[in-house]
T-cell receptor, first 114, second 113 residues
Framework: GAGVSQTPSNKVTEKGKYVELRCDPI?????LYWYRQSLGQGPEFLIY????????DSGLPNDRFFAVRPEGSVSTLKIQRTERGDSAVYLC????????????FGPGTRLTVL | DAKTTQPPSMDCAEGRAANLPCNHS???????VYWYRQIHSQGPQYIIH???NNETNEMASLIITEDRKSSTLILPHATLRDTAVYYC??????????????FGKGTKLSVIP
């Protein structure tokens, strides 16, 4: 079956611009997670959703970052007034439920802020 | 902070077993040990997880010491496609803040022809 998909695969933007990154989870998965991975580092947690609600957004670095999941399926990560330090690979994962359910990752979106 | 310690890199000859160690000396009784790997330019891939018993699946075996302070991931017959960064992660089963995965820097495994 189809795995987690993310679009675009690459995004180049200029400092100060607004970007949206999209995640399509595995069908039927109720939990969705966003992570960010800088070069040479492991992924870092940003936010996760159970259904439509953000259950934990403690990993978002500041208020320029926001994520939504209005219908409990597709999620969009939104970054306002991008900065060069936002350049990273943004990873999305989904799981059937919470707890110890396995998280399945998408291929990521590579964001470059010039 | 990551709760695990892994060597930064390892080499393994193709066809031989790859044994990747992980120390998690502060693990709690309700924390699982998870292993993921990340092949270059791809998202992390789940391999296996366990609580206290040894586990085996089609990809690998997980050996957890009796005191649970360390574990070893075993790839029985490494191939070139197993070259990746391997992450050992401890994760609480349930409770607030427990659902995300906390990655360290992992072990870069290079399988040599």
């Amino acid at each position: 079956g189809a795995g987690v998909s993310q679009t675009p695969s690459n995004k180049v933007t200029e400092k100060g611009k607004y970007v949206e990154l999209r995640c399509d989870p595995i069908s039927g998965h109720t939990a969705l997670y966003w992570y960010r991975q800088s070069l040479g580092q492991g992924p870092e947690f940003l936010i996760y959703f159970q259904g439509t609600g953000a259950a934990d957004d403690s990993g978002l670095p500041n208020d320029r970052f926001f994520a939504v999941r209005p219908e409990g399926s597709v999620s969009t990560l939104k970054i306002q007034r991008t900065e060069r330090g936002d350049s990273a690979v943004y990873l999305c994962a989904s799981s059937l439920g919470l707890g110890t359910d396995t998280q399945y990752f998408g291929p990521g979106t590579r964001l470059t802020v010039l | 902070d990551a709760k695990t310690t892994q060597p930064p890199s390892m080499d393994c000859a193709e066809g031989r077993a790859a044994n990747l160690p992980c120390n998690h000396s502060t693990i709690s009784g309700n924390e699982y040990v998870y292993w993921y790997r990340q092949i270059h330019s791809q998202g992390p891939q789940y391999i296996i997880h366990g609580l206290k018993n040894n586990e085996t699946n089609e990809m690998a075996s997980l050996i957890i010491t009796e005191d649970r302070k360390s574990s070893t991931l075993i790839l029985p017959h490494a191939t070139l496609r197993d070259t990746a960064v391997y992450y050992c992660i401890v994760r609480v089963a349930g409770g607030a803040g427990s659902y995300q995965l906390t990655f360290g820097k992992g072990t870069k495994l290079s399988v040599i022809p």
